[in-house]
């Protein structure tokens, strides 16, 4: 069993940052993707970045140049460093991953575990 847990959410102006962590534990033998997601008010779950096991990471159109995603292999932790914050930003972020091979990018529907989510607010 996996249990991910996320932080670092809050409520920022537009333009500003933030950073989300998340922590795994449990049986976290091997890892085929981490990625974060975010669920906004009347929306679906959608993928903003994730990183596969070999390292290589795939951002949203919407969040590229903008968002970084780091993984701490050592401290099975990975990392959203959001900056330029915008208004449709505002969503619940969670952080998921997958132990078998999944397509690339990680669809929702691949992921076998989900953290509870943090949200994250943009205000104009």
């Known amino acids: 069993q996996v249990q991910l847990v996320e932080s670092g959410g809050g409520l920022v102006q537009s333009g500003g940052s933030l950073r989300l962590s998340c922590a795994a534990s449990?049986?976290?033998?091997?890892?085929?993707?981490m990625g974060w997601y975010r669920q906004a008010p009347g929306k679906q779950r959608e993928l903003v970045a994730a990183?596969?096991?070999?390292?290589?990471?795939h951002y949203a159109d919407s969040v590229k140049e903008r968002f970084t995603l780091s993984r701490d292999n050592a401290k099975s932790a990975m990392y959203l460093q959001m900056n330029n914050l915008k208004p449709e930003d505002t969503a619940v972020y969670y952080c998921?991953?997958?132990?078998?091979?999944?397509?690339?990018?990680?669809?929702?529907?691949?992921?076998?575990?989900w953290g509870k989510g943090t949200l994250v607010t943009v205000s104009s």
């Open positions: 998921a991953l997958v132990i078998r091979g999944t397509p690339w990018p990680p669809p929702t529907s691949a992921m076998d575990y």
């Open positions: 449990g049986s976290v033998y091997r890892i085929s993707a």
């Open positions: 990183v596969a096991a070999g390292g290589s990471t």
